[in-house]
């Protein structure tokens, strides 16, 4: 939607002038959760804001998260949440406001939530109440925002910034880039954060799709695909990272939770290892049902642990048949470590086209973890995804949003 009943439209700013100059205290580029936040907050300190998009749609990204229902924070929220080549940078940001101010600002709305798993936060009905909530605080604040709007250039000027849009150039103090990373570019994701960050000689740690499924080799495909839709409990470890969550087998191959968050720290070349069933050692069980001579086959056996599909699949596939009773121990063993120490390697990602988050961003080195503002740069500020700061699944990135954009609205 747009929202002009909130401020002047660019097309009516145009009838009173042409290649006019118009000046702001803070112009923020990018209007998803960073972006708006940080306006409020801006606007809140009676600054004059120009909050700006490329999009037709306000806050898509809000719009189809969690299903559409919004995993606004998590109630867990903490620095260990995070990836980035500086773990500390989001420690003063996390602090400064926290989950539990969100959670305050949802509740003075008067918008239902509850918690699904894990300490994650969703609205009860739509997403679209926490949009609705961050244009009623913007309008509150009084803030300038537009969309459909394209930025020519972005050069500094004597103590400000200046953008250029159709001709007219608009200057400001303060400048936020806010504008997202890479993925889902069907919703209008772009470069444009990291190229004004590389044009103001700034240093950017290569980006990659993250919280995305991973894929893999055609022989494990057929596998997958005989349990589509199947999810199990299961820990999926990458290095020294492991997670705790659902995996759900697919057509595509393996997916869930917990293949989503160990996609983030997952590189090329390695192998993801998986226990299909973290409460029990598989190896230890079989072996005492050999020992008790048991007249049942290690299908039926495996069945009491497992989805009785997946265990029938796995038996399959390592070709064993009979009585446990007269099967090797080694044979045993193998298929214990097929269920507890599954090793897997994926071939590849989805990319940014199903990558809920981008890896890496503008070097944390580069901004104050207190103000976000450029150090080499003054009123020059990077808030939310473009930031090389990335969470784990479960409203870690939206807390990350509100955060930042909260920070910089505090001082630019």
């Not at 998590?74 to 926290?98: D, M, R, V, W």
């Not at 949003?401 to 609205?409: H, L, N, T």
């Amino acid at each position: 939607m747009r929202t002009n009943h909130i401020a002047l439209s660019i097309s009516a700013l145009a009838i009173y002038s042409t290649n006019m100059t118009s000046h702001y205290d803070v112009i923020i580029i990018g209007a998803g959760a960073a972006g708006m936040m940080c306006a409020i907050e801006a606007g809140k300190r009676g600054r004059k804001v120009w909050l700006i998009d490329h999009a037709r749609k306000t806050a898509e990204k809000i719009r189809i998260s969690g299903g559409g229902r919004c995993n606004f924070t998590n109630i867990y929220a903490s620095p260990e949440n995070y990836l980035s080549q500086n773990p500390h940078f989001c420690k003063s940001a996390l602090k400064q406001y926290t989950q539990h101010d969100f959670i305050a600002l949802v509740e003075k709305h008067g918008i239902t939530y509850h918690e699904k798993k894990l300490g994650q936060l969703f609205c009860d009905h739509s997403a679209q109440a926490i949009i609705d909530m961050l244009l009623k605080e913007m309008k509150i604040a009084g803030i300038q925002y537009d969309q459909d709007i394209e930025i020519e250039t972005v050069t500094n000027q004597d103590k400000g910034y200046a953008i250029t849009h159709n001709t007219n150039t608009y200057i400001c103090e303060s400048l936020v880039i806010a504008t997202g990373g890479l993925s889902i570019p069907k919703i209008g994701a772009s470069k444009f954060g990291y190229d004004i960050a590389k044009q103001f000689g700034l240093k950017v740690i290569p980006t990659r799709p993250a919280l995305v499924p991973l894929t893999f080799q055609a022989s494990l495909l057929e596998f997958c695909k005989s349990l589509s839709g199947l999810s199990v409990d299961a820990i999926v470890s990458c290095g020294k990272k492991s997670f705790a969550e659902g995996l759900l087998f697919t057509h595509r191959g393996l997916s869930g939770p917990s293949i989503l968050q160990i996609s983030s720290y997952w590189q090329e070349g390695q192998d993801i290892i998986i226990n299909l069933c973290p409460a029990q050692d598989v190896t230890a069980y079989i072996l005492e049902k050999k020992q008790q001579n048991s007249k049942q086959d290690a299908s039926n056996i495996l069945a009491a642990l497992l989805p009785k599909n997946l265990a029938h699949n796995i038996c399959e596939v390592h070709n064993i048949k009979g009585r446990i009773a007269d099967l090797p121990d080694k044979t045993l063993k193998a298929l214990g470590a097929a269920i507890n120490d599954w090793h897997v390697r994926p071939s590849g990602t989805e990319g940014y086209r199903t990558a809920e988050v981008t890896l890496g961003g503008i070097d944390t080195n580069e901004l104050s973890s207190k103000t976000m503002e450029c150090t080499k740069h003054k009123g020059l500020y990077f808030i939310g995804e473009v930031v090389d700061v990335t969470g784990h699944l479960g409203g870690f990135n939206f807390q990350w949003a509100w955060s930042s954009g909260y920070v910089a609205g505090q001082n630019a």
